[in-house]
């Protein structure tokens, strides 16, 4: 009987420790095989009580894997990475499934987290692991063979992305998937290591497909990497050699139609996406990118009944909720886009645009307090939002409605305390012929950054209808062309004062 914690790791001095003490209480062995650190990742791994060994890394995850599993002693092994971790809740689960007689392996859910909400096929936190969730607002999931019998027979294959084989036909496994989650950091962090691991990756991917050239697997993970870095025209010939290979596959029908969606291909999407559905008309994903497609095309009605769908299909989709209340704002369906923007909101409480879009929302239904109340505790945690909040300022300025600007702005531009923002205020009093007030806000607006022509011109022209600011509006717009010596208006007024 017993328990191994096994391991292959390079340079996981930062992740190693937490990972370990995650799975401590469960485990009676641990097997660590590094494959070439140089950040003292084998010494922490003997000082946790690992069995520490090395191996030449030779591109090949399965090699590794393999290899150290041959280390392993007791009748169960549970794999993880060195940026992984099991939740404390899940410990006497996992020893319970190997107290069992008739299973040979166990499906772990793995939960990739993510640092935003705009991944595709990702999922909102649960709340179930609030240790583990943390600051993540999602995640992407996939099932993987973790926890397993320590046979001969049970080897791992594939020189990336590889996956427990049963190597003898003849000799009968049984396999259990679980909702046991092993909690995924890999995703998150530095962005230029990232960057860094998924090249390594593709460079794998590439020599797989390459090996393997009648293996539809190999091909759609070849297209997945080029997809996870937004070559998206590249990524395209691998998924249809994929679909190829294996037609009943949904998978990379969908990935060539969000590839092509996000080209802006529209008819290749809609082709492939509508595919997609075809072999899985639950591919909820599927039905928002669809309706994505229908958007850009102008066919509202049709994107708003395919995002319907795929709530009917997922209630817990964010992603449908989000664009469909995004869509019934542009369209001026205030009333109906409040509900959407609520149930987004429930789902991802954090998400940037969706706060703002509801802000926005609340704004155009003329529940500007309420809107305004809103904004200012999100405005606490999410600075951010100011400038967007200033940008919509500016689009009613440029609708010239200057009631809406100068109240949805007013209660938050202390708060927002920016030189834009304050421009705009003035910007929008001055529209309304408050000029006393639009004064003290222009003046703010260039004290704080003397570069804000906008704000200056818009001073200039206030004082141009004051009683004896010629003097003044002369030596804003001569302050403006210096900013600014390309500007034709500044330069016509400017001109114009003199000759008077």
Known sequence: MGLTLCMIVKNEALNLTACVKS???????IVIVDTGSSDGTPELA??????VYNFKWIDDFSAARNKALEYVKTEWVLILDGDE??????????????????????????????DGAGYDNWKPVTGRYPEMEGRFPAYTENFAMRLF??????VYQGRVHESVTHADPANRWVVVKTQIVIHHFGKVGDRALLEGKKRAYLKLCKLKAGERPADPKAWFELGIQLHELGNFEECLAPFKKSLELNPADSNPAYYIGNASYKLEKFPQAREYLEKALKLDPQNADALVNLAGVERREGDVEKALYLFDRAIAVQKNIFSAWYNKAALLLSEGRNEEAGPCFDEALRLVPGYTYALFGQWQNEVLLGKRGQAADMMLQWLKEKPELGHMVITATQNHLGRRDYQTAVESLKP????????DGYAA???????????GTAERSLERAIAMDKRNNSARVNLAQLKELEQGGKKAAIALYRDALLYDPDNELCRKRLSCLRSV
């Open 425 to 435: 205020l003035g910007a929008g009093l001055l529209g309304l012929g408050q000029t």
């Open 149 to 154: 019998r320590r046979r001969p027979d049970i």
């Open 85 to 114: 971790m099991i939740a404390e809740k899940d410990h006497a689960a996992i020893v319970e499934f190997t107290r069992e007689d008739k299973v040979d392996g166990y499906l772990l859910s793995q939960r990739h987290y993510l």
């Open 412 to 419: 938050l531009v202390d708060v927002i305390d920016s030189s």
């Open 23 to 29: 799975v401590l209480p469960i485990v009676d062995d």
């Open 46 to 51: 003997g000082r946790l009580g690992a069995r």
